[in-house]
């Protein structure tokens, strides 16, 4: 499997890839130009190969979350190869198979090029990470096939095959936790505002059923706020444990003072406040529960060792 074209460089597209007696060969298309080129990297430019583990998590629905995964044993093979005098960059394969791993080996001797193996989890490692640490990983010259990954084979062990992890794999996840860190305050921001003036320039005019509680139609503003927190922010799990409480505060500020707002030019009746009340307490019972159950810790027996 060629992993270029599910990761290319930006503003490109690999539209084809193929091998030949030359070498490897690319059809791009370069989004900003529009236009289609072909880029042949020659055997005699793959200075190093590198074959390494790739431990694929075997789909199974009806196991639970804490159950112990099965994964299925696939090698990554990353090729380094010469751009120009001062650059180098990688192509990164997977072989999934004994056969294609068969083709491979006879591909890499066309390379005349190094051959190493390493016994780290090489699984999701973008391109980028190659090009900041490849000299980090450890790896030793392949002399034997005994040294491969035992394609096809399964495993529950992942402590001897740990995942790599470089720096630039953590501070890109923390520039992206950055990311989304903001747009959640926008996101905030929003729902505060918003909530504030329908409290105050529509909730004083709805109707109220004989409970003295809201109709089960405004209740459904109240269900559809409740799902824009669960879809907006809650579906990370690295919210701190008091965000769900900070939200029913939040939230019931904006309803409550935007009500209260609303007696400066219009009556708002007592049995208004309780209406809100009773819909407040519901809407926290939600928010927090579901919340807080979907933070239970789940503890995997073989959950994936990582290299730090």
Not at 81 to 102: G, M
């Amino acid at each position: 499997m060629d992993l270029q074209k599910y990761d290319p460089p930006e503003d490109r597209v690999i539209m084809k890839s193929r091998w030949t007696d030359e070498g490897y060969v690319q059809k791009i298309f370069h989004k900003s130009e529009k236009k289609e080129v072909e880029l042949t990297i020659p055997f005699e430019d793959m200075k190093e190969v590198l074959i390494g583990y790739s431990l694929l998590v075997l789909p199974n629905p009806d196991r639970q979350r804490s159950s112990v995964d099965i994964y299925r044993i696939a090698a990554k093979i990353v090729i380094k190869y010469q751009v120009n005098d001062q650059s180098e960059d990688y192509l990164l394969f997977l072989s999934e198979t004994q056969k294609d791993l068969a083709t491979w080996l006879q591909r890499i001797k066309e390379m005349n090029a190094s051959v190493y193996v390493t016994k780290w989890d090489l699984y999701q490692v973008p391109a980028e990470d190659y090009r900041s640490h490849y000299e980090s990983i450890i790896k030793e010259p392949f002399t034997d096939e005994a040294q491969l990954p035992n394609v096809l084979d399964t495993t529950k062990d992942h402590q001897e095959h740990p995942v790599w992890r470089p720096p630039s794999f953590y501070q890109r996840r923390e520039h992206k936790q950055t990311i989304w860190d903001e747009r959640i305050k926008k996101l905030t921001l929003f729902v505060f505002l918003s909530n504030f003036f329908v409290s105050l320039l529509w909730m004083p005019f709805w109707r109220l059923d004989d409970e003295g509680t809201f109709s089960n139609g405004m209740f459904l503003y109240f269900a559809a706020i409740l799902m824009i927190y669960i879809f907006g922010s809650y579906v990370r799990k690295k919210q701190p444990v008091y965000q769900s409480l900070f939200d029913t505060i939040l939230l019931s500020g904006a309803w409550f003072g935007g009500l209260l707002g609303a007696k400066l030019y219009t009556s708002v009746p007592n049995e208004m406040f309780y209406a809100l009340y009773v819909n407040v307490i519901t809407f926290s019972i939600f928010l927090n529960g579901i919340f807080f159950i979907g933070r239970i810790p789940v503890t995997k027996k073989n959950k994936r060792s990582v290299t730090h």
